[in-house]
């Protein structure tokens, strides 16, 4: 039977470091305020003149994952682009990848599923793989932020979180009897808390996109979000969706080898560990030197978490756990062949 396997990844962050001593420039707000509540010390943002959109980011990262993987653009059978970020309203930015990797044919799937988007990006590419319909699968998560948050203390609370960046794996079909590769997937949405997390404008459902009379610097155009409904949700159903994926999988927590949640808030990431009755060493974090990525935040954290030999090794376990806007939320376990 075939098997989901991921032969390689890569990551790209633009060249700006953005500090919190950078923010306290120009919005009132503190390293210490930051760290205490995000776990935040810095993130990535593109240069704020010219343009650089999410699949300029995302081809960095593709090259670097295909490289390692001895492919080439020619080898893909599908692409999938996970992104709240495009860069433009549409066509969809896997268009764009496509085009800048030197493809006029492939097939490119955009997802809009924000900081679950590899989690729902590689149980579509199992699904592919799975039924036949591709053996190599190019799949990447890349965010463009900066361009779109309100830099004025008024947005402070959503600004100092997120920061730019792209990462891709390389997945392949293997023919093997080994449990490996993808075991199961979990996900989920309850859009009863849409709200919670949105841009509102420009939006399609007003009869003008950009509503006559809304000033340029409306709070809608930018991030609004409900932290505490979302940290109380996250803590909730957190452990509930990767309990439901151990159950499918018929293996025990103890089993794991890492945990890689979306990297969301520090404070998040270690209450489920807490609530897990973890040792710290079992939840990567890297949220602190690049803040929240959203789609690439999980592919990130694993390229690096394979980099430091935290993860990798033939038989060990991976859990990919994460909760965004929607909301949406849910968990994938991986064992490496």
């Not at 039924?131 to 990447?140: D, E, F, Q, T, Y």
């Amino acid at each position: 039977m075939k098997k989901s396997i991921i032969r390689s990844t890569g990551m790209f962050v633009p060249p700006n470091v953005i500090t919190n001593h950078d923010l306290e420039k120009f919005m009132d707000t503190s390293d210490e305020w930051i760290k205490q509540r995000t776990g935040i010390e810095q993130r990535y943002w593109i240069d704020q003149e010219g343009t650089t959109g999410a699949s300029d980011l995302a081809y960095e990262a593709a090259i670097m994952a295909m490289d390692s993987a001895g492919w080439t653009a020619q080898d893909l059978d599908f692409i999938i682009f996970a992104t709240l970020s495009p860069d433009i309203m549409f066509p969809g930015a896997g268009c764009f990848l496509a085009a800048k990797l030197g493809l006029d044919s492939t097939p490119t799937l955009d997802i809009r599923q924000q900081c679950t988007g590899f989690l729902y990006g590689i149980a579509t590419a199992d699904a592919y793989i799975k039924s036949g319909l591709a053996k190599k699968i190019l799949l990447v998560g890349s965010e463009v932020h900066s361009s779109g948050l309100d830099k004025s203390t008024r947005g402070r609370d959503v600004t100092v979180i997120f920061g730019d960046g792209a990462a891709a794996v390389c997945i392949e079909g293997v023919k093997t009897d080994e449990k490996a590769g993808v075991l199961t997937s979990s996900l989920h949405t309850d859009g009863n808390l849409a709200e919670a997390l949105t841009v509102e404008l420009p939006a399609s459902k007003f009869p003008d996109r950009f509503p006559p009379g809304v000033p340029v610097d409306d709070i809608r155009f930018y991030p609004i979000m409900n932290g505490p409904a979302i940290f109380k949700k996250a803590v909730r159903m957190l452990p509930q969706v990767i309990n439901e994926s151990l159950e499918k999988a018929q293996i025990g927590l103890e089993d794991i080898d890492l945990i890689i949640p979306h990297q969301a808030n520090m404070r998040i990431n270690q209450a489920l560990g807490q609530f897990l009755k973890l040792e710290e060493h079992k939840i990567f974090h890297n949220i602190q030197k690049y803040g929240n990525t959203t789609a690439a935040s999980i592919p990130l954290a694993l390229h690096e978490a394979i980099a430091q030999e935290r993860i990798g090794k033939s038989g060990e376990i991976a859990l990919f756990v994460g909760l965004g806007a929607g909301l949406t939320w849910g968990s994938v376990l991986y064992k490496f062949l």
